[in-house]
Protein backbone atom coordinates (compact mmCIF):
# COMPACT_ATOMS: atom_id res chain seq x y z
CA UNK A 1 0.00 0.00 0.00
CA UNK A 2 1.25 3.68 -0.89
CA UNK A 3 1.70 5.39 2.23
CA UNK A 4 2.20 9.41 3.03
CA UNK A 5 4.38 9.86 6.32
CA UNK A 6 3.06 12.63 8.81
CA UNK A 7 6.90 12.97 10.71
CA UNK A 8 7.56 14.69 13.97
CA UNK A 9 11.24 15.40 13.44
CA UNK A 10 11.48 16.57 17.47
CA UNK A 11 12.70 20.16 18.42
CA UNK A 12 15.24 20.17 16.16
CA UNK A 13 18.36 19.13 16.49
CA UNK A 14 19.44 15.09 14.87
CA UNK A 15 19.76 14.04 18.53
CA UNK A 16 15.87 13.59 18.95
CA UNK A 17 15.38 12.74 15.50
CA UNK A 18 13.84 8.81 15.85
CA UNK A 19 15.21 6.09 13.73
CA UNK A 20 11.81 5.65 12.56
CA UNK A 21 11.33 9.19 11.45
CA UNK A 22 14.43 9.05 9.95
CA UNK A 23 13.52 5.99 8.13
CA UNK A 24 10.12 7.81 6.67
CA UNK A 25 12.41 10.30 5.50
CA UNK A 26 14.59 7.99 3.93
CA UNK A 27 11.77 6.14 2.52
CA UNK A 28 10.78 9.36 0.98
CA UNK A 29 10.92 10.75 -3.03
CA UNK A 30 9.48 14.40 -1.73
CA UNK A 31 10.33 15.63 1.84
CA UNK A 32 7.56 18.81 2.48
CA UNK A 33 6.76 21.15 5.31
CA UNK A 34 8.02 25.01 6.16
CA UNK A 35 11.03 26.06 5.26
CA UNK A 36 12.43 26.60 8.40
CA UNK A 37 11.79 22.84 8.76
CA UNK A 38 13.35 21.56 6.26
CA UNK A 39 16.07 23.69 6.99
CA UNK A 40 16.82 21.39 9.70
CA UNK A 41 16.67 18.28 7.44
CA UNK A 42 18.00 19.30 4.48
CA UNK A 43 21.97 18.31 5.46
CA UNK A 44 21.14 15.40 6.40
CA UNK A 45 19.24 13.97 2.95
CA UNK A 46 20.64 17.00 0.71
CA UNK A 47 19.60 15.32 -3.04
CA UNK A 48 15.94 14.89 -2.05
CA UNK A 49 13.51 16.22 -3.62
CA UNK A 50 11.81 18.98 -1.29
CA UNK A 51 8.49 20.92 -1.39
CA UNK A 52 8.59 24.30 0.52
CA UNK A 53 5.46 26.13 1.59
CA UNK A 54 5.27 29.35 4.23
CA UNK A 55 4.07 29.10 7.60
CA UNK A 56 0.55 30.23 7.25
CA UNK A 57 -0.17 27.89 4.02
CA UNK A 58 -0.89 25.26 6.18
CA UNK A 59 -3.97 23.88 3.90
CA UNK A 60 -2.46 24.98 0.59
CA UNK A 61 0.78 23.03 1.66
CA UNK A 62 -0.99 19.56 2.55
CA UNK A 63 -2.81 19.43 -0.43
CA UNK A 64 0.36 20.46 -2.28
CA UNK A 65 1.80 17.54 -0.79
CA UNK A 66 -0.92 15.03 -1.37
CA UNK A 67 -1.05 15.68 -5.27
CA UNK A 68 2.25 14.42 -5.47
CA UNK A 69 1.19 10.84 -3.38
CA UNK A 70 -2.09 10.83 -5.55
CA UNK A 71 0.80 11.01 -8.57
CA UNK A 72 2.24 7.50 -7.00
CA UNK A 73 5.08 9.57 -5.59
CA UNK A 74 6.14 8.72 -1.42
CA UNK A 75 5.99 11.41 0.59
CA UNK A 76 7.02 12.66 4.31
CA UNK A 77 5.63 15.71 5.26
CA UNK A 78 7.21 17.02 8.16
CA UNK A 79 6.57 18.76 11.84
CA UNK A 80 9.25 20.00 14.24
CA UNK A 81 8.55 18.35 17.57
CA UNK A 82 5.26 15.51 17.12
CA UNK A 83 3.36 16.02 13.99
CA UNK A 84 0.10 14.86 16.19
CA UNK A 85 0.32 17.57 18.60
CA UNK A 86 -0.79 21.07 16.93
CA UNK A 87 1.32 19.95 13.75
CA UNK A 88 -0.08 18.50 10.39
CA UNK A 89 -0.95 15.25 11.17
CA UNK A 90 -4.69 15.75 11.17
CA UNK A 91 -5.04 18.49 9.02
CA UNK A 92 -3.35 15.68 6.29
CA UNK A 93 -5.60 13.17 7.42
CA UNK A 94 -8.32 15.09 6.60
CA UNK A 95 -7.84 16.22 3.24
CA UNK A 96 -6.48 12.68 2.49
CA UNK A 97 -9.90 11.87 2.48
CA UNK A 98 -10.79 13.59 -0.20
CA UNK A 99 -7.40 13.87 -2.43
CA UNK A 100 -6.04 10.02 -2.21
CA UNK A 101 -7.98 8.03 -0.01
CA UNK A 102 -5.89 5.20 -1.36
CA UNK A 103 -3.06 6.09 -0.40
CA UNK A 104 -2.30 5.08 3.81
CA UNK A 105 -1.55 8.43 6.07
CA UNK A 106 1.56 6.73 8.54
CA UNK A 107 1.70 9.31 11.58
CA UNK A 108 5.82 9.17 12.72
CA UNK A 109 5.57 10.21 16.30
CA UNK A 110 8.20 12.91 16.84
CA UNK A 111 9.24 14.15 20.65
CA UNK A 112 7.32 17.07 21.23
CA UNK A 113 8.42 20.14 23.23
CA UNK A 114 6.35 19.37 26.60
CA UNK A 115 8.92 16.48 26.67
CA UNK A 116 11.83 17.94 25.28
CA UNK A 117 11.65 21.26 27.32
CA UNK A 118 10.67 19.70 30.70
CA UNK A 119 13.72 17.19 30.35
CA UNK A 120 15.88 20.92 30.26
CA UNK A 121 13.90 22.48 32.94
CA UNK A 122 14.56 19.31 35.34
CA UNK A 123 11.10 17.27 36.08
CA UNK A 124 8.14 19.36 36.23
CA UNK A 125 5.53 17.20 34.50
CA UNK A 126 6.24 14.54 36.63
CA UNK A 127 2.33 14.44 37.38
CA UNK A 128 -1.03 14.87 35.70
CA UNK A 129 -0.62 17.82 33.02
CA UNK A 130 -2.45 19.82 30.19
CA UNK A 131 -0.56 21.27 26.86
CA UNK A 132 -2.97 24.30 26.19
CA UNK A 133 -2.10 26.25 22.25
CA UNK A 134 -2.47 30.28 23.61
CA UNK A 135 -3.00 31.31 19.71
CA UNK A 136 -6.27 32.27 18.91
CA UNK A 137 -5.54 32.19 14.83
CA UNK A 138 -7.97 28.91 15.46
CA UNK A 139 -9.67 28.84 18.48
CA UNK A 140 -11.30 31.68 20.24
CA UNK A 141 -10.06 33.01 23.05
CA UNK A 142 -13.11 32.60 25.42
CA UNK A 143 -12.30 28.67 24.89
CA UNK A 144 -8.94 29.02 25.79
CA UNK A 145 -9.23 30.88 28.50
CA UNK A 146 -11.64 28.57 30.17
CA UNK A 147 -9.10 26.07 29.69
CA UNK A 148 -6.81 27.34 31.14
CA UNK A 149 -8.89 28.05 34.21
CA UNK A 150 -10.45 24.50 34.59
CA UNK A 151 -7.19 23.25 34.27
CA UNK A 152 -5.32 25.76 37.06
CA UNK A 153 -8.47 25.37 39.21
CA UNK A 154 -8.20 21.20 38.93
CA UNK A 155 -4.14 21.39 39.93
CA UNK A 156 -2.87 20.34 36.61
CA UNK A 157 0.83 21.07 35.83
CA UNK A 158 0.29 23.39 32.40
CA UNK A 159 2.38 23.40 28.99
CA UNK A 160 1.83 26.67 26.96
CA UNK A 161 2.55 26.16 23.61
CA UNK A 162 2.42 29.17 21.03
CA UNK A 163 2.63 31.90 23.78
CA UNK A 164 3.17 34.92 21.72
CA UNK A 165 2.33 36.09 18.45
CA UNK A 166 3.25 39.40 16.47
CA UNK A 167 -0.77 40.50 16.29
CA UNK A 168 -1.42 39.97 20.01
CA UNK A 169 1.67 40.14 22.42
CA UNK A 170 -0.45 40.04 25.48
CA UNK A 171 -1.56 36.86 25.31
CA UNK A 172 0.66 34.88 28.09
CA UNK A 173 0.20 38.08 30.59
CA UNK A 174 -3.73 37.42 29.79
CA UNK A 175 -3.08 33.59 30.24
CA UNK A 176 -1.27 33.85 33.44
CA UNK A 177 -3.83 36.21 35.25
CA UNK A 178 -6.60 33.78 34.58
CA UNK A 179 -4.20 30.85 35.53
CA UNK A 180 -3.33 33.10 38.92
CA UNK A 181 -6.43 33.67 40.22
CA UNK A 182 -7.82 30.04 39.31
CA UNK A 183 -5.36 28.71 41.84
CA UNK A 184 -6.14 30.76 44.36
CA UNK A 185 -7.95 28.15 46.18
CA UNK A 186 -5.38 25.70 45.65
CA UNK A 187 -2.18 27.22 47.10
CA UNK A 188 -1.46 29.33 49.77
CA UNK A 189 1.21 31.26 47.89
CA UNK A 190 0.22 31.26 44.38
CA UNK A 191 2.88 33.68 42.99
CA UNK A 192 5.76 30.89 44.42
CA UNK A 193 4.60 28.92 41.93
CA UNK A 194 7.75 28.01 39.39
CA UNK A 195 7.43 29.10 36.07
CA UNK A 196 9.71 27.48 33.40
CA UNK A 197 10.68 28.79 30.01
CA UNK A 198 12.25 27.16 27.07
CA UNK A 199 13.35 28.24 24.05
CA UNK A 200 14.56 27.41 21.24
CA UNK A 201 14.95 23.99 22.07
CA UNK A 202 17.45 21.81 20.23
CA UNK A 203 18.50 25.17 18.22
CA UNK A 204 21.24 27.45 18.05
CA UNK A 205 20.45 30.23 21.16
CA UNK A 206 18.69 27.25 23.52
CA UNK A 207 17.92 28.93 26.68
CA UNK A 208 16.05 27.65 29.92
CA UNK A 209 14.63 30.22 32.46
CA UNK A 210 13.43 29.33 35.74
CA UNK A 211 11.41 32.14 37.11
CA UNK A 212 7.74 32.03 39.11
CA UNK A 213 4.53 33.52 38.27
CA UNK A 214 4.97 36.74 40.34
CA UNK A 215 8.37 37.15 38.66
CA UNK A 216 8.02 36.17 35.23
CA UNK A 217 8.82 38.53 32.55
CA UNK A 218 6.75 38.31 29.77
CA UNK A 219 9.11 40.37 27.68
CA UNK A 220 11.79 37.51 27.75
CA UNK A 221 9.01 34.66 26.45
CA UNK A 222 8.86 34.76 22.20
CA UNK A 223 6.81 33.24 19.63
CA UNK A 224 9.99 30.28 19.79
CA UNK A 225 9.20 29.49 23.20
CA UNK A 226 7.59 26.82 25.34
CA UNK A 227 6.04 28.59 29.15
CA UNK A 228 5.42 25.52 31.90
CA UNK A 229 3.59 26.15 35.30
CA UNK A 230 4.16 24.34 37.97
CA UNK A 231 1.07 22.50 40.19
CA UNK A 232 0.25 23.46 44.19
CA UNK A 233 3.35 20.32 45.29
CA UNK A 234 5.92 21.87 42.33
CA UNK A 235 8.87 23.38 43.13
CA UNK A 236 12.56 24.81 42.38
CA UNK A 237 15.27 22.82 43.37
CA UNK A 238 19.20 24.50 43.08
CA UNK A 239 21.78 22.30 41.50
CA UNK A 240 25.07 21.77 40.20
CA UNK A 241 23.83 22.21 36.79
CA UNK A 242 21.39 25.00 37.20
CA UNK A 243 17.99 25.88 39.27
CA UNK A 244 15.63 22.74 37.93
CA UNK A 245 11.75 22.72 38.36
CA UNK A 246 10.79 19.21 40.07
CA UNK A 247 7.05 18.48 40.20
CA UNK A 248 6.80 15.17 42.99
CA UNK A 249 4.63 12.82 41.73
CA UNK A 250 4.03 11.26 45.46
CA UNK A 251 6.73 8.38 46.08
CA UNK A 252 8.73 9.97 49.34
CA UNK A 253 6.57 10.51 52.74
CA UNK A 254 7.62 14.77 52.76
CA UNK A 255 5.72 15.02 49.25
CA UNK A 256 2.60 13.49 50.52
CA UNK A 257 2.87 15.81 54.38
CA UNK A 258 4.21 12.98 56.27
CA UNK A 259 6.95 12.83 58.66
CA UNK A 260 10.03 11.27 56.46
CA UNK B 1 30.61 17.30 35.68
CA UNK B 2 29.68 13.97 36.08
CA UNK B 3 26.24 13.21 35.20
CA UNK B 4 23.58 10.68 35.85
CA UNK B 5 21.41 10.33 32.91
CA UNK B 6 17.48 9.69 33.26
CA UNK B 7 16.81 8.75 30.16
CA UNK B 8 13.19 7.91 28.52
CA UNK B 9 13.70 4.81 26.09
CA UNK B 10 10.30 5.33 24.30
CA UNK B 11 7.83 2.90 23.71
CA UNK B 12 9.48 -0.14 23.67
CA UNK B 13 10.85 -0.46 20.10
CA UNK B 14 14.36 0.69 18.76
CA UNK B 15 12.85 2.57 15.86
CA UNK B 16 11.82 5.16 18.65
CA UNK B 17 14.68 5.46 20.82
CA UNK B 18 16.48 8.74 19.58
CA UNK B 19 19.95 9.27 19.46
CA UNK B 20 20.45 10.97 23.15
CA UNK B 21 19.54 8.37 24.71
CA UNK B 22 21.27 5.98 23.01
CA UNK B 23 24.43 8.00 23.78
CA UNK B 24 23.54 8.29 27.18
CA UNK B 25 23.30 4.89 27.71
CA UNK B 26 26.61 4.30 25.34
CA UNK B 27 28.04 6.69 28.44
CA UNK B 28 26.79 4.85 31.10
CA UNK B 29 28.55 2.44 32.95
CA UNK B 30 25.22 0.82 35.12
CA UNK B 31 22.39 0.87 33.09
CA UNK B 32 19.61 0.93 36.34
CA UNK B 33 15.61 0.39 36.06
CA UNK B 34 12.69 -2.11 35.92
CA UNK B 35 13.57 -5.58 34.84
CA UNK B 36 10.84 -5.12 32.08
CA UNK B 37 12.63 -2.13 30.54
CA UNK B 38 16.21 -3.68 30.92
CA UNK B 39 15.05 -6.82 28.92
CA UNK B 40 14.14 -4.15 26.44
CA UNK B 41 17.68 -2.04 26.03
CA UNK B 42 20.11 -5.33 26.96
CA UNK B 43 19.83 -7.31 23.33
CA UNK B 44 21.54 -3.88 22.28
CA UNK B 45 23.86 -3.55 24.78
CA UNK B 46 24.84 -7.16 26.05
CA UNK B 47 27.76 -6.08 28.00
CA UNK B 48 26.85 -3.18 30.16
CA UNK B 49 26.46 -3.74 33.95
CA UNK B 50 22.44 -4.13 34.51
CA UNK B 51 21.03 -2.73 37.87
CA UNK B 52 17.37 -4.40 38.47
CA UNK B 53 15.07 -3.96 40.52
CA UNK B 54 11.25 -4.90 41.08
CA UNK B 55 8.45 -2.57 39.92
CA UNK B 56 7.42 -0.75 43.14
CA UNK B 57 10.43 -0.46 44.75
CA UNK B 58 11.20 3.09 43.44
CA UNK B 59 12.33 5.07 46.09
CA UNK B 60 14.81 2.04 46.64
CA UNK B 61 15.77 1.91 42.96
CA UNK B 62 16.88 5.46 43.03
CA UNK B 63 18.88 5.30 46.18
CA UNK B 64 21.02 2.36 44.82
CA UNK B 65 21.58 3.84 41.20
CA UNK B 66 22.14 7.05 42.81
CA UNK B 67 24.63 5.45 45.13
CA UNK B 68 26.51 4.23 42.00
CA UNK B 69 26.64 7.63 41.00
CA UNK B 70 28.40 9.16 44.12
CA UNK B 71 31.35 5.71 43.89
CA UNK B 72 32.02 7.60 40.98
CA UNK B 73 30.17 5.62 38.27
CA UNK B 74 27.80 7.14 35.09
CA UNK B 75 24.90 5.82 35.94
CA UNK B 76 21.68 5.72 33.16
CA UNK B 77 17.96 5.20 34.70
CA UNK B 78 15.67 3.95 32.52
CA UNK B 79 11.97 4.31 31.90
CA UNK B 80 9.90 3.26 29.39
CA UNK B 81 8.15 6.75 27.51
CA UNK B 82 9.65 10.02 28.92
CA UNK B 83 11.28 9.58 32.23
CA UNK B 84 9.95 13.09 32.93
CA UNK B 85 6.33 11.87 32.22
CA UNK B 86 5.36 9.43 35.30
CA UNK B 87 8.42 7.85 34.97
CA UNK B 88 11.52 8.54 37.21
CA UNK B 89 13.44 11.66 36.37
CA UNK B 90 11.68 13.72 39.50
CA UNK B 91 12.60 10.87 42.36
CA UNK B 92 15.95 10.62 41.05
CA UNK B 93 16.15 14.24 41.25
CA UNK B 94 14.47 14.88 44.40
CA UNK B 95 17.05 11.90 45.52
CA UNK B 96 20.40 13.03 44.35
CA UNK B 97 20.17 16.78 46.29
CA UNK B 98 21.03 14.35 49.35
CA UNK B 99 22.50 11.36 48.14
CA UNK B 100 24.97 12.89 45.39
CA UNK B 101 24.56 17.08 45.28
CA UNK B 102 28.32 17.26 42.98
CA UNK B 103 26.15 14.89 39.67
CA UNK B 104 24.80 16.86 37.75
CA UNK B 105 21.28 14.55 36.89
CA UNK B 106 20.42 14.82 33.16
CA UNK B 107 17.18 13.93 31.62
CA UNK B 108 16.84 12.92 28.28
CA UNK B 109 13.44 12.76 26.92
CA UNK B 110 11.99 9.95 25.03
CA UNK B 111 8.65 9.87 22.85
CA UNK B 112 5.52 9.13 25.80
CA UNK B 113 2.80 7.06 25.25
CA UNK B 114 0.20 10.40 24.77
CA UNK B 115 2.88 10.46 21.37
CA UNK B 116 3.11 7.15 20.32
CA UNK B 117 -0.26 6.35 21.19
CA UNK B 118 -1.65 9.19 19.22
CA UNK B 119 0.25 8.35 16.05
CA UNK B 120 -0.93 4.59 16.04
CA UNK B 121 -4.51 6.01 16.43
CA UNK B 122 -4.10 8.45 13.38
CA UNK B 123 -4.29 12.50 15.27
CA UNK B 124 -6.54 12.11 18.50
CA UNK B 125 -4.28 15.12 20.12
CA UNK B 126 -4.33 17.79 17.27
CA UNK B 127 -6.13 20.16 20.09
CA UNK B 128 -5.28 21.05 23.71
CA UNK B 129 -5.24 17.97 25.65
CA UNK B 130 -4.75 17.03 29.48
CA UNK B 131 -2.96 13.49 30.76
CA UNK B 132 -4.41 12.15 33.28
CA UNK B 133 -2.89 8.99 35.23
CA UNK B 134 -5.86 6.62 36.84
CA UNK B 135 -3.18 5.16 39.35
CA UNK B 136 -4.92 5.59 42.79
CA UNK B 137 -1.24 4.40 44.27
CA UNK B 138 0.42 7.83 45.11
CA UNK B 139 -2.81 10.25 44.66
CA UNK B 140 -6.01 10.17 45.99
CA UNK B 141 -8.98 9.39 43.80
CA UNK B 142 -10.88 12.57 44.95
CA UNK B 143 -7.91 14.44 43.21
CA UNK B 144 -8.24 12.69 40.13
CA UNK B 145 -11.72 12.74 39.73
CA UNK B 146 -11.42 16.34 40.19
CA UNK B 147 -8.94 16.51 37.40
CA UNK B 148 -11.06 14.32 35.10
CA UNK B 149 -14.09 16.47 35.46
CA UNK B 150 -12.40 19.56 35.26
CA UNK B 151 -10.47 18.64 31.83
CA UNK B 152 -13.97 16.93 30.07
CA UNK B 153 -15.91 19.96 31.01
CA UNK B 154 -13.66 22.63 29.33
CA UNK B 155 -13.25 20.40 26.06
CA UNK B 156 -9.72 18.77 26.64
CA UNK B 157 -8.83 16.01 24.65
CA UNK B 158 -8.29 13.15 27.31
CA UNK B 159 -4.98 10.76 27.25
CA UNK B 160 -5.74 8.02 30.84
CA UNK B 161 -1.96 6.59 31.48
CA UNK B 162 -2.65 3.40 34.12
CA UNK B 163 -6.06 2.72 33.15
CA UNK B 164 -6.29 0.12 34.88
CA UNK B 165 -4.62 -1.79 37.80
CA UNK B 166 -5.29 -5.24 39.71
CA UNK B 167 -6.34 -4.03 42.87
CA UNK B 168 -8.51 -1.48 41.07
CA UNK B 169 -10.47 -3.21 38.23
CA UNK B 170 -13.16 -0.32 37.73
CA UNK B 171 -10.72 2.84 38.04
CA UNK B 172 -11.22 3.50 34.11
CA UNK B 173 -15.27 2.80 33.94
CA UNK B 174 -15.60 5.11 37.15
CA UNK B 175 -13.26 7.61 35.34
CA UNK B 176 -15.49 7.24 31.85
CA UNK B 177 -18.49 8.14 33.80
CA UNK B 178 -16.95 11.14 35.05
CA UNK B 179 -15.96 12.33 32.31
CA UNK B 180 -19.45 11.26 30.07
CA UNK B 181 -21.22 13.44 32.81
CA UNK B 182 -19.11 16.63 32.69
CA UNK B 183 -19.22 17.07 28.67
CA UNK B 184 -22.86 16.45 28.90
CA UNK B 185 -22.78 20.48 28.69
CA UNK B 186 -20.21 20.62 25.69
CA UNK B 187 -21.84 17.89 23.44
CA UNK B 188 -25.15 16.95 21.85
CA UNK B 189 -23.90 12.83 21.61
CA UNK B 190 -21.65 12.53 24.29
CA UNK B 191 -21.76 8.71 23.50
CA UNK B 192 -20.49 9.21 20.10
CA UNK B 193 -17.53 10.59 21.72
CA UNK B 194 -14.47 8.92 20.22
CA UNK B 195 -12.09 6.77 22.01
CA UNK B 196 -8.95 4.86 21.49
CA UNK B 197 -6.87 2.08 23.02
CA UNK B 198 -3.70 1.50 22.24
CA UNK B 199 -1.68 -1.52 23.81
CA UNK B 200 1.50 -2.67 23.95
CA UNK B 201 2.50 0.16 22.05
CA UNK B 202 5.85 -0.53 19.83
CA UNK B 203 6.38 -4.61 21.49
CA UNK B 204 4.94 -7.69 21.09
CA UNK B 205 1.29 -7.61 20.87
CA UNK B 206 0.45 -3.97 20.11
CA UNK B 207 -3.19 -3.20 18.96
CA UNK B 208 -5.31 -0.93 18.54
CA UNK B 209 -8.79 -0.25 18.92
CA UNK B 210 -11.33 2.43 17.98
CA UNK B 211 -14.49 2.91 19.49
CA UNK B 212 -17.05 5.34 21.22
CA UNK B 213 -17.46 6.07 25.00
CA UNK B 214 -21.03 4.70 24.46
CA UNK B 215 -19.36 1.32 23.45
CA UNK B 216 -16.13 1.37 25.15
CA UNK B 217 -15.40 -2.23 26.43
CA UNK B 218 -13.50 -2.17 29.88
CA UNK B 219 -12.74 -5.36 29.88
CA UNK B 220 -10.45 -4.55 26.83
CA UNK B 221 -8.14 -2.12 28.56
CA UNK B 222 -4.90 -3.87 30.42
CA UNK B 223 -2.42 -2.42 32.65
CA UNK B 224 -0.49 -2.14 29.46
CA UNK B 225 -3.28 0.23 27.65
CA UNK B 226 -3.78 4.46 26.94
CA UNK B 227 -6.76 5.24 26.44
CA UNK B 228 -7.57 8.33 24.15
CA UNK B 229 -10.73 10.76 24.35
CA UNK B 230 -11.48 13.01 22.01
CA UNK B 231 -13.28 16.38 22.14
CA UNK B 232 -16.41 17.90 21.03
CA UNK B 233 -14.97 18.09 17.58
CA UNK B 234 -13.00 14.78 17.52
CA UNK B 235 -14.41 12.29 15.04
CA UNK B 236 -13.69 8.91 13.36
CA UNK B 237 -12.44 8.53 9.83
CA UNK B 238 -12.53 4.95 7.93
CA UNK B 239 -9.65 4.82 5.61
CA UNK B 240 -7.90 2.15 3.64
CA UNK B 241 -5.30 1.78 6.80
CA UNK B 242 -8.58 1.18 8.99
CA UNK B 243 -10.63 3.49 11.60
CA UNK B 244 -8.78 6.79 12.63
CA UNK B 245 -9.47 9.33 15.39
CA UNK B 246 -8.84 12.90 14.07
CA UNK B 247 -9.29 16.02 16.26
CA UNK B 248 -9.89 18.91 13.56
CA UNK B 249 -7.72 21.99 14.69
CA UNK B 250 -9.47 24.67 12.58
CA UNK B 251 -7.81 24.97 9.51
CA UNK B 252 -10.88 23.97 7.48
CA UNK B 253 -14.02 25.91 7.23
CA UNK B 254 -15.78 22.63 7.88
CA UNK B 255 -14.29 22.58 10.91
CA UNK B 256 -15.41 25.75 12.40
CA UNK B 257 -18.91 25.44 11.45
CA UNK B 258 -18.59 27.23 8.15
CA UNK B 259 -19.70 26.87 4.68
CA UNK B 260 -16.68 25.20 2.80
Known amino acids: MQKFYVVGIGPGSF ?40 MTGEVKRCQLALEQAKAGR ?5 SSGDAGVYG ?20 VPGITAASSGAA ?19 TP ?6 RLQAA ?3 DFC ?22 SEAKQ ?22 QTIVTTLADLDYELVDMFSTVFIGNSQTFIQQTIGGPRIVTPRGYLPADRGEQA
Chains 1, 2 share one sequence.
Open 88 to 107: MAGLVMQLAAEICPEVEVVA
Open 15 to 54: EQLTPQAMAALLAADVIAGYGAYIKLVQPLFPKKEYLQTG
Open 141 to 146: WEKIAR
Open 74 to 78: TVAMI
Open 120 to 138: LLGAPLMHDFAVVSLSDRL
Open 185 to 206: GEAAQVGQTPVGIVKNIGREGE
Open 152 to 154: AAA
Open 158 to 179: LVLYNPRSHGRPDLLRQACEII
